[in-house]
């Protein structure tokens, strides 16, 4: 089974700062990555798929990066919004998995 | 619109049964593999199961192989997860979640709870 090691586990950032969240996979996932976010209550939201595709309607400060095993989900600018819970997926193989989650919260 | 309902959730005592239902629409059901992802209180995602579009080819996490079967009911556009032999830590909304081959998933449910507990 893959493993998908995501840091940190939690943060604490200001509106405007660059946030970067990391993913790595426990072996090659070639760009089999999604990125979602989710907010308390709520259904979690695709964000960026096949690694570095924005979904359609995602703001443009949502970014992603990475292949084989290594990936970062970068927020350019946070805004009052993006304070949430983000969770890398890959789904190269079954049993997809998810990796633990990041919370970011305001500092 | 691609809609996705859940239902069947509930409490349910550990050992005991009960079975979801995804109710699904504004697609064409039988050409997409759907999925349950669950997610504890407090916790993260959790992949559970997945089924192609065709209902031939299912996938399982090993935390519910051999007590939980996911099928799908093509002429009725609905999913289902028959969850037997509970624990405590099934205890979870399950959420169902539409699959595009390449890009995993796209659409979800808005999810439903189950509590497993005496």
């Known amino acids: 089974d893959i493993q998908m090691t995501q840091s940190p586990s939690a943060m604490s950032a200001s509106v405007g700062d660059r946030v970067t969240i990391t993913c790595r996979a426990s072996?090659?996932?070639?760009?089999?990555l999604a990125w979602f976010q989710q907010r308390p209550g709520k259904v979690p939201k695709r964000l960026i798929y096949?690694?570095?595709s924005l979904q359609s309607g995602v703001p443009s400060r949502f970014s992603g990066s990475g292949s084989g095993t290594e990936f970062t989900l970068t927020i350019s600018s946070l805004q009052p919004e993006d304070f949430a819970t983000y969770y890398c997926l890959q789904h190269n193989s079954y049993p997809w998995t998810f990796g633990q989650g990041t919370k970011v919260e305001i500092k | 619109e691609v809609q996705l309902l859940e239902s069947g959730g509930g409490l349910v005592q550990p050992g005991g049964s009960l079975r979801l239902s995804c109710a699904a629409s504004?697609?064409?059901?039988?050409?997409?593999?759907l999925s349950w992802v669950r997610q504890a209180p407090g916790r993260g995602l959790e992949w559970v199961s997945a089924?192609?579009?065709?209902?031939?080819?299912?996938y399982y996490a090993d935390s519910v192989k051999g007590r939980f079967t996911i099928s799908r009911d093509n002429s009725k556009n609905t999913l289902y997860l028959q969850m037997n032999s509970l624990r405590a830590e099934d205890t979870a909304v399950y959420f169902c979640a539409r699959i595009v081959v390449v890009t995993g998933f796209d659409y979800w449910g808005q999810g439903t709870l189950v509590t497993v507990s005496s």
């Open positions: 072996q090659g996932i070639s760009n089999y």
């Open positions: 504004g697609f064409t059901f039988r050409t997409y593999a």
């Open positions: 089924i192609s579009g065709s209902g031939g080819t299912t």
């Open positions: 096949a690694a570095f």
